[in-house]
């Protein structure tokens, strides 16, 4: 029998030719905390059942990597599809992140009681491990079957793609279209949690991988979930619920309308926010915070030149002329500065700050100076004048913690989230997280010189940094206002798809490289000719009226 050699980290092995990566992945399970899910070949991500037959280098994932809990998740989908379906012949509707989980909808009216019949039908699947094939077909052959079976969410999205062939995965009978790895078999899809809300929706929650690769408890943010409900809502009057539908816009040649439109929208929903403040003679400090790459730049200016239209007089603090000096500054277990922390902020001193100008003092505002890591005053005097108000921008701004000393009725907060809705089709979601990922690579590319790999290398810390510092606030919000604009995947794609390319094989980004690839082909590309220069979208792409 032929052989072959493997390096799996920096050792080489001798394995038969043709031997599964399933089979390998069982000599070094020990090196895992949890099941391995997937593997990677010459840095290309592939399915457990893969057939080795040269030599390469090889590596595996479990379900604590940012790969693997991806693979985990649309594993888990496939399940549920198929648990609904045996239990209550029905279908669902994959939508949107919401707390940690995935909101669900259903097709048909569910009880708490069915939602557990489902949930033990779930259990039996997984016991059972049960596999998951992949099937390799024509596209056309794909939306035939799609067709016959009067599936039209998979045949739209199909009809758009660029490829000859694609993938359909095999759970008993079922064949569904999934963009994303899936595990060879249902048996590593253990845990997971169903949480019903209504009659017609749930959320299904799975391990975390920010939480320790944990359950979190569900916690239902009431202001997010109706502003997601809301934009859902609207997109559906509009008749752009998925990619396919903004792929049918773009090539009958009215995407520009929907631009438009979209802009209008959302300056309208800025413009009550503006009018809100001037209503209520109690707010004197506007508090703005949201994770990032959700246009917090674009929106705090446009913000400030409604309210000029209202004749109040927006001033603005920086959280980070107020960083503590470089020597007291907390670190990190890997020795590095935390930054991202409150606990960075000289917290005292900004609320002292703070309160002598609410109080009509004149104040000098310090300078921090990245090169030294010290504050510096320079005489940059501030005092505000009767008509005029705060505006305090950052990573901290909705935590209380930061602004202590200000009494709640004169503070304002707004959260901004860019609320991604749109989706590839019933069972293919795309994460809030994607779409701004993808905005910050165009950025980083345009205004700092990064390349994808750099942006790709630095966004887990960014995660992190966001659960533990913004999204715990977010019900602290009077408002928030989505960010998202509904077009804007299209646009991104002819910035990003570019520098994704240039991420190399040998790259440890690659194999995230290859999924935002994969995510890109399907959406046809948008011109940046209707963008108006106002847009929040200008901030990453460029071309803006406020940053250019």
């Known amino acids: 029998m032929d052989s072959i050699k493997i390096k799996y980290n920096l050792k080489s092995y001798t394995y038969p030719k043709g031997v599964t ?285 409604f309210l000029k239209g209202y004749g109040i007089i927006p001033k603005s603090i920086s959280i980070d002329d107020y960083f503590l000096d470089r020597d007291k500054t907390p670190k990190l277990k890997d020795g590095t500065y935390d930054f991202e922390s409150i606990r960075a902020i000289d917290t005292k001193s900004f609320n002292k700050d703070l309160k002598d100008l609410l109080d009509g003092k004149e104040v000098v505002i310090p300078t921090y100076n990245f090169v030294t890591g010290k504050r510096e005053y320079i005489n940059d005097s501030m005092k505000l004048n009767e008509n005029e108000i705060l505006i305090i921008e950052g990573l901290h701004a909705l935590n209380e913690e930061l602004t202590y000393s200000i009494d709640r009725k004169n503070k304002f907060k707004i959260y901004l989230c860019p609320l991604t809705v749109l989706s590839l089709d019933n069972h293919n979601r795309i994460r809030t997280t994607d779409n701004r990922l993808l905005r910050r690579m165009a950025r980083d590319s345009r205004t700092r010189g990064y390349t994808a790999s750099e942006t790709l290398n630095s966004w887990q810390k960014v995660r992190k940094g966001e659960e533990m510092n913004v999204f715990p606030f977010q019900d602290e919000a009077d408002v928030i206002f989505n960010t998202s604009l509904i077009y804007e995947l299209g646009v991104l794609k002819t910035y990003v798809e570019p520098l994704l390319y240039s991420v190399e094989e040998d790259d440890q980004n690659y194999k995230e490289a290859v999924r935002l690839l994969n995510l890109l082909k399907n959406v046809l590309p948008i011109s940046n000719d209707f963008i108006p220069k106002d847009s929040i979208i200008r901030e990453f792409i460029g071309g803006g009226y406020f940053l250019d």
Request: with cysteine; charged share 25%.
């Open 21 to 305: 990566l399933l089979d390998i992945s069982k000599d070094f399970v020990d090196d895992f905390k949890e099941s391995i899910i997937i593997g990677s070949v010459n840095g290309r991500p592939c399915e457990l059942n893969f057939k080795v037959m040269t030599n390469c280098n090889i590596d595996f994932f479990d379900t604590t990597s940012p790969i693997g809990n991806r693979v985990y998740e649309s594993g888990l989908i496939f399940v549920l599809v198929e648990a609904f379906e045996n239990v209550l012949n029905s279908e669902v509707e994959i939508k949107y992140s919401i707390d940690k989980g995935i909101y669900v909808q259903t097709k048909k009216k569910i009880t708490k009681e069915s939602l557990d019949k489902v949930y033990d039908e779930m259990k039996s699947i997984v016991k059972k491990d049960l596999p998951i094939s992949k099937n390799l077909v024509s596209r056309m052959e794909a939306i035939n079957y799609y067709k016959s079976i009067k599936n039209y969410d998979k045949v739209n999205v199909l009809k758009y793609s660029v490829n000859t062939n694609v993938n359909l995965y095999r759970l008993n009978d079922n064949y569904d279209y999934f963009f994303s790895y899936l595990p060879v078999s249902t048996g590593v899809l253990k845990e997971y949690r169903l949480t019903y809300i209504d009659e017609n929706s749930f959320v299904l929650r799975y391990p975390n991988i920010y939480y320790d690769n944990k359950i979190p408890v569900y916690k239902h943010h009431e202001k997010l979930f109706n502003k997601f409900k809301e934009y859902d809502e609207w997109c559906k009057k509009l008749g752009v619920e998925n990619v396919s539908e903004l792929n049918n816009r773009v090539s009958k040649g009215s995407i520009n309308d929907l631009i438009l439109l979209t802009e209008n929208v959302q300056n309208n929903s800025l413009f009550k926010i503006a009018d809100t403040i001037k209503n209520n003679n109690k707010i004197r400090v506007i508090l703005i915070a949201g994770p990032s790459s959700s246009g917090k730049t674009t929106t705090s200016k446009k913000l400030e030149l």
